[in-house]
């Protein structure tokens, strides 16, 4: 017999299943996935000459990231009003089969264009084809995932997997409406003529976060500066609706212009059919470096675990030194999650060192001091070292500076929390990522001896980073919990291709060899069943060049305290984060 | 050509549209569904899985509700409201009423995209296909009666996850209020 609560959820499923899309959009998908299907047969599949070739070094096309950058920028505008005028060019950026868009970079005290980028969109097959600078020759096959890279002076095709996700024209408009009403970026709307023609024209700023810890630096670099605003100036011919022109402005963090780049969009009947009528050499050696699908079969079902589990739960993490076979704990973790919100209070070991700051803020702090405690009963050993809450995007850091907790700028992380060991799943499930992705599985006899999944990443030395390898072993038997995690940064590296590598290092002594085992050495598992580590060691060493090797053995120990609790009031609410002072 | 390459185009040709039809109700939404329509069957021609499968239609089934239900569960931005704005031959009216029902339906999928596989099968075929237990039973090779009883089950456990989601938004907005 069921309730009246499970009769309306009865009643929201029957309505999902009444849900039907456009005959038309059926119509269109199936015959593009059978297009695909069918360029995919042997003897017509790029792929799969590709997939058989050598793999080597890859380089960066940072460059690609402008067109994502310009497919973003192309739309905005945040007042209710705008909604229909957007509605009506993503309408018409629907219709359109093919898009050219050309692009001019320009640096202050140049009249002359630095860089010419031409890119061609295929909005029904998901593709862009791309010349860079006049040479660099790129296709992005979203329907494919695959991402050629063309370098002339080599003559070589460097092919790999696109992970980006496809953002149609019209999509992206949607996509920024959204972005401008959640982040509140201000637009100026004016209409004008423009060569004869009514245009709209709608102008706004976007501000890029200072990466933390970093002075005035963010994650996007232009000209070797970081850029802090992006101006953009967008023009919507009024007589069909569609983008025209494009300009945005980057300027570093004392709002001089660092570049300009000025678009230019036009719809198109048709485009290149493939990568060689752009210009590719029909004898261009192909690198591959598309990871075995069976790679991504074991990524997914990682990432698919990882998503399952606890939804919402209170969680103390210890980690301990060894001394003597005795563990001495040096830092506690107490974490709240619910859904994608996460608060985090950090606690460490004094040393001796009076605690000034925790009783300072033993209100705001109790949640977290007294689920601490019995994990770490000394009490008079350790003290608050930060706070860290994520609400789903914006990631706010309180630290202790000058015997007071001090607040970071706050970041905007619309894809997750910034730490990487700051809740279980963290610890649970690894996902391997430097520079690129793991591109084959392999058996040694640790996985061997213990049914487990094994994959590697191991990039080459680059500038003052070693040469580095990742591993980790996934249990498929235990939710693909990864049992052992190895990251090392090796002097004498086996996978290095270049033997002499160290003697073009300038400062040597900058460097340091590193190894780090972790292992699971005790399991839990969740009310629903659910597998998790309840205890993890980690072995290993750092050797800076020229000094003597200091060995680290430590013991991380997880206590899930509770599963779907009640949260104290507020504890994940920016505004009753304790009281700071601005860093 | 392989021969993988051809079961997975009659797979298209026999039940493409009730794939589609799949994707599109487990994720209210036609890019998504296209996005995935392509994923989906990208998937099938490189899985082994398919080829070792003694029903392929059940085996694609499952693999389409897996991708809809991976993408809710990664889904970051409600785009429900906006679709709305940008249609502009749909009628004007736009009730209280309709939204709350539409965001209903919405939370009711997420909570479903939380349960274990079966269970999610179940309530798929159950409430969202109408097919009666005996046919979710055949399909699934399971016995009916067992499949009532977790259906049942699942009902509760949707309900409590919709009900906690509830009591955590009232909590906060009374915490915004003050």
Redesign the interface.
Known sequence: M??K??Q???I??????Q????QA??E???E???R???S???GRSLWRTIAQSRWTKLTSAAAVIVIAVMAFSLFMQPEPAA??L???V??NMEKLAWVKTTTQTYTPGEEKPVAIDIHWTDVRN?RVFAIYDGKYIHLMDY???RWCIYRPETNDMVVKLLDD??I?PA?A???Y??KLKTEGIEVARSEEMREGRNVIVLQFAESLNYLQGAGPTTNMLMNGKPVKTMRHRIVIDKQDYLLGAAEITYLDPNDATIVVQKSRSEPIQTGPADIYELGVPKDVTIISKVPE?RVGQVRESIA?HA??FL??YIAVITQAQMENGQERVDQGMVVFR???ELRVDVYRRLYNHPDNVTPLYRNELDASLTRLKPYWPEEEQWGIQAVRLYDGLWQYVLEVKDDKLAARDKQRR?DGDAYADDDVDDFAWRTLWWLNEPEHLFEDDYSRSHGLIAMELAPQWQGYRLPKRQVAYADPQKDYICRRYIDEELFDAPWQEDKNWLDKVKDKENLTERRTVRDVIEYGRTAAGQWYPKAITETGYELPYGRSRKDVSRVIRIHLIAE?PEFP??VF?PGKLPKTADR | ??QQ?DK??TL?DRH??RL??LL???T?S??A???L??EL??RL??SKGLEQARDPYAYAWRAAA?LAF?WR??R??K?GP??E????DEPQERPLGRLV?DE??Q???EA?S?LDELAQDV?VMR????EPYEEIAARLGRDAAYLRSLC?KS??R??QM???RDA?RT?KGV?YDR
Do not use: Y
């Open positions: 069921t309730d609560r499970e309306e959820i009865i929201a499923l029957e309505r999902a299943g849900f039907e899309l456009p959009a059926v269109r998908d199936l593009r996935v059978r695909a299907l069918v995919e047969r042997p909604a229909k957007l509605a009506q993503a309408r998901k329907a494919q995932r996700l496809w149609s999509g408009v949607h996509e409406i959204l699908d698919s998503s399952r939804d919402a619910r859904g994608k619309p779907r009031e507020g609410e | 050509m392989g390459q997975v185009l298209l493409g549209r589609h039809r599109g109700r487990l209210r036609e890019d569904t296209s996005d329509m392509q069957f990208l021609s490189r897996n991976e569960r990664r970051k931005i785009l906006l679709e704005d940008a249609c502009e029902r209903e339906v939370r009711v999928l479903t939380r309530i409430f969202i296909e109408q049942s009902l509760v949707l309900r919709c009900d906690d955590d909590d915490s």
